[in-house]
């Protein structure tokens, strides 16, 4: 532990909250936790209590805490050269969107970001170099807080305190093909849509539906803009979740970040097809986007991820993970939904918010992404037998919170 680490504000989780309380806008409310430390898939808190952390991040910590491939790619590079502009390239940065573009199976260009907000920022800009300007994104979307990536964003509570947002965006019911037929026309500039949404409670798509929308989107002369930051880099199963098995066409622009950077902030924006050489020197910009430490940590997860199979280890453990929650036959059990680790558990009744601070007190994170769901997105690591603490924990997490609401 360096010098500064040990000069941190040490003591109990109580009193760093009052300190955090103290100091830090209220943008998320009181945190749940102060965690001090990560190895694998878990997490210490302040008060020396150890959790198994089944959400990574929202999605993000993959390989985990701590990775020691990342670890020491990271240092190394930092030592090396950790950020010169993008006045000039580097070799990680390069070698990085070579990766990205090969997870298309076309030819595709990148643009680095630091965020997955960034990264629908610069989609929506490209978007705009079509000449045209309207959006048809889904309702239940998520895309980001940013002013362009909340215009596309669905839900009121976030976009109504910041209104008026960049306009010209119509939502259609997500999975309605017709509903988004009925609304391309040759003003559309690009059609934005998540594979699978994250935010509203991990919802899949009718089958083929992607296929269709991208269909109809080009037979208007609109883009496919595919949102993949929670679904990508492994979460549901393949390096991007609308090309299962690495096979078949790629969106003409592609957002991924959380995943990439196993916790260093790093996103990207891809374009191929259509929209391959939209920008122009001087259109879109960033400061930091594909330094040369974000681009090793993003080779990092890549290699580490091909190295141990962790793809395949995914859609295993996922797998595992939806079947034990079936066989629970739980009656506070609706559905469980989703691909590879990014799961949701469907409740019969608002509870899971709930049910994810009893799990929280009881040494699990996970969170409640809508109000009668549960979220799980794992590290792509997580073993078997973490899998079925978690399952062998919920029936008495549903039944103690079931058995609350019924005697309130
Ligand atoms: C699908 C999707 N897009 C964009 C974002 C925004 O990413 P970030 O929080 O890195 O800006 C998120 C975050 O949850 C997301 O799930």
New binding site residues.
């Given amino acids: 532990m360096s010098e500064l680490q040990q000069q941190l504000p040490a003591g109990s989780t109580a009193a760093l909250t009052d300190r955090y309380s103290a100091v830090m806008m209220n943008a998320f409310g009181t945190p749940k936790a102060v965690f001090v430390r990560g190895e694998g898939c878990h997490l210490w808190d302040a008060d020396g209590k150890r959790y198994l952390d089944l959400l990574s991040g929202?999605?993000v910590n993959g390989l985990g805490h701590a990775h020691p491939l990342v670890l020491s790619a990271i240092t190394s590079q930092l030592s090396t050269l950790g950020h010169v502009s993008n006045f000039f390239a580097t070799p990680a940065q390069v070698a990085l969107a070579e990766r990205l573009a090969g997870f298309t199976g076309t030819d595709a260009k990148v643009f680095f970001t630091n965020?997955?907000?960034?990264?629908?920022e610069a989609a929506l800009k490209l978007t705009r170099l079509t000449g045209r300007t309207r959006i048809i994104a889904a309702e239940g979307s998520?895309?980001?807080?940013?002013m362009g990536?909340l215009a596309i964003t669905h839900n009121p509570k976030y976009r109504e305190p910041f209104e008026p947002l960049p306009g010209d965006v119509t939502f259609v019911p997500y999975g309605d093909v017709e509903a988004l037929a009925a609304e391309l026309d040759q003003t559309v500039a690009a059609v934005v849509l998540?594979p699978i949404?994250?935010?509203n409670g991990i919802v899949v798509p009718p089958t083929g539906y992607l296929d269709q929308v991208r269909d109809l989107a080009h037979s208007h002369g609109a883009l496919l803009w595919l949102?993949?930051?929670?679904?990508g880099m492994g979460r549901a199963g393949d390096w991007l979740a609308h090309r299962p098995g690495g096979q078949g066409w790629a969106a003409d622009l592609i957002?991924v970040?959380?995943g990439l950077g196993n916790g260093f902030?790093v996103?990207a924006c891809i374009s191929t097809g259509a929209a391959l050489d939209l920008v122009q020197p001087g259109q879109h910009g960033t400061t930091f986007g594909g330094n040369p430490v974000a681009a090793i940590a993003g080779l990092a997860v890549i290699a580490t991820i091909e190295r141990d199979d962790l793809l395949t280890q995914a859609r295993a453990r996922g797998d595992q993970l939806a079947d034990g929650v079936r066989a629970l036959n739980h009656p506070l059990i609706e559905q469980v939904r989703g691909s590879g680790l990014l799961r949701g558990i469907v409740l019969t009744v608002p509870i899971a918010a709930l049910v994810a601070d009893l799990a929280l007190s009881e040494g699990f994170v996970i969170n409640a992404p809508r109000p009668n769901v549960l979220r799980l997105a794992p590290p792509l690591i997580i073993t078997a037998t973490q899998l079925e603490s978690f399952l062998s924990a919920l029936p008495l997490w549903l039944q103690q919170i079931g058995a609350t609401q019924e005697n309130s």
Avoid: C, I, M
């Avoid at 998520?142 to 940013?146: I, L, Q, S, V």
């Fill in positions: 929202l999605a965020s997955g907000t960034e990264a629908n998520f895309h980001g807080r940013t990536a998540e949404q994250g935010e949102d993949e930051v929670q679904t957002t970040a959380k902030p996103g």
